[in-house]
């Protein structure tokens, strides 16, 4: 990988996690770390390009039939592709259809683009995780190899404890906080070659563990709030992206500064 490599143009394919749930913004929208990464590498290159078509809640199958080939035609220097854990969290999947449209996906936009980047996913601690643990550790296996058959690199945020850490996690133990999110950004950012700002592995700092009736108000109003909502749309078929646009859809310039 070239030091301090310079892109002039990034496209970001994926899911909630690449939309930026749940580093919200005063206004409600969302960031996440492909907006911090597209604002540092454009701090870098005047005229710096950013689409984000990620769309929360899509399995691989609508992220290959409704972004890939959009992306592909963008033409960017980099893209960045993560897809697949939704499948995972569903009560059955085919894991080899999930990784055959990952190679679908990968086989479309590496000749697409200068640098294709495929991410080892965060997972929070705690019994959710251990469920699915063997699924997603099947997929990222998939995606190492994949990553070799095309070039790509793949940032290992998995093998990260720091973002395993259950305080990096939001209330609805889905998504990043805003600390997970630039940890992210910063993973990134190393990974295309650029010196580090930060020790993004970083453990954070030892906290007072709450106290048992603490912890079980709070697993309650998880359940209700996030859990069981969650649930009913897995039930009925429906997604929380249904009808939503991407969220960046145009390679447009990006000048919005670092917060």
């Known amino acids: 990988m070239e ?4 892109y002039t143009s990034l496209v970001a394919v994926g899911d909630s996690f690449t939309e930026g749930m749940s580093d919200a913004l005063p206004d409600g929208s969302y960031r996440g770390w492909a907006d911090l990464l597209a604002a540092r590498l454009a701090a870098r290159t005047p005229g710096f390009q950013y689409a984000n078509l990620a769309v929360r809640g899509k399995l691989i199958g609508q992220i290959v039939a409704e972004q890939v080939e959009v992306a592909a035609a963008m033409r960017a ?11 995972t969290l569903r009560p059955k999947v ?3 259809r999930v990784c055959g449209l990952l190679e679908e996906a990968a086989g479309k936009l590496a000749p697409s683009c200068k640098q ?3 991410m080892r996913s965060p997972g929070r601690n705690g019994p959710v995780m251990e469920r699915f643990r063997p699924r997603m550790e099947q997929l990222f296996h998939f995606i190492d190899a994949l ?3 095309h070039g790509a690199l793949v940032v290992d945020l998995y093998g990260a404890p720091a973002l395993a850490d259950p305080r990096m996690w939001h209330v609805d133990r889905l998504h990043l906080t805003a600390e997970g999110h630039r940890r992210v950004a910063e993973a990134v950012w190393q990974a295309l ?11 954070l700092e030892p906290g007072v563990l709450p106290e048992w009736a603490a912890r079980r108000g709070s697993d309650l109003r998880f359940a209700r709030e996030h859990l069981v909502p969650w649930v009913g749309r897995r039930v009925t078929g429906r997604s929380s992206g249904d009808g939503r646009p991407a969220k960046r859809p145009d390679l ?6 670092l917060p």
């Open 94 to 96: 085919d894991m080899g």
């Open 193 to 203: 070659g650029h010196a580090a700002e930060d020790d993004w592995r970083a453990p």
């Open 3 to 6: 030091l301090n490599a310079t």
């Open 116 to 118: 294709l980047v495929l």
């Open 147 to 149: 990553a070799a058959r």
């Open 252 to 257: 447009l310039p990006y000048d919005i500064p």
């Open 77 to 87: 220097d980099v893209v960045t592709l993560v897809g697949g854990l939704n499948d």
